[in-house]
């Protein structure tokens, strides 16, 4: 368990305004992933002439919401854990598990991109035509569910930033040999 007399030292701890935004951008991904899930889950469109279309019929959706829980969930404990003083000693695992988060979203968001763009565009060459005129309001909330999950992975790309300083800063610059000192 955490000994809570512990005190971080001040080159890994972050100082107080980044520790606020780190806190704060973990805390917004909660409802901004919250959000994409459910559109992305709750998504269905009913249609007489093609039948019905719900998420689960693309693969790119369901890793997309996926993706999105567990990102949410990995959010709300790091936000959590954020100020524990014995994790936040614990660099390395912030910033492996940000950098791990920010590439799981922007995955996923690009297979949903992929998906909206056949849908709203098709691809004649293969035999798809576009899908977004009969089903409008499905496309509609699967746009919407993108932009919340891109605002999440801007997030979790800021987030990824603040955790490579917190794992590098407790590293001294690397030193210049005295050759090149005197060359100069």
Request: with cysteine.
């Amino acid at each position: 368990m955490c000994d809570m007399d512990t005190k971080p030292t001040s080159t890994s701890s972050l100082p107080p305004r980044l520790k606020l935004l780190d806190s704060s951008l973990r805390i917004i991904v909660i409802p901004l992933g919250v959000a994409s899930l459910w559109l992305t889950v709750t998504n269905h469109e009913e249609n007489n002439d093609y039948g019905d279309l719900v998420f689960s019929n693309f693969t790119g959706l369901k890793y997309m919401a996926f993706v999105t829980a567990i990102a949410s969930g990995y959010a709300f404990l790091g936000a959590v854990s954020s100020w524990v003083s014995c994790l936040v000693t614990k660099g390395w695992i912030f910033f492996v598990s940000d950098q791990v988060m920010a590439y799981l979203v922007v995955t996923s968001g690009g297979a949903v991109v992929e998906t909206l763009y056949l849908a709203n565009k098709g691809d004649i060459e293969v035999g798809w035509s576009e899908a977004c005129s009969s089903y409008g309001r499905f496309c509609g909330k699967m746009e919407l569910a993108l932009v919340f999950h891109f605002l999440a992975f801007c997030c979790f790309l800021v987030l990824a930033v603040i955790s490579a300083y917190r794992a590098f800063s407790i590293f001294e610059p690397p030193a210049v040999p005295i050759t090149q000192l005197e060359e100069a």
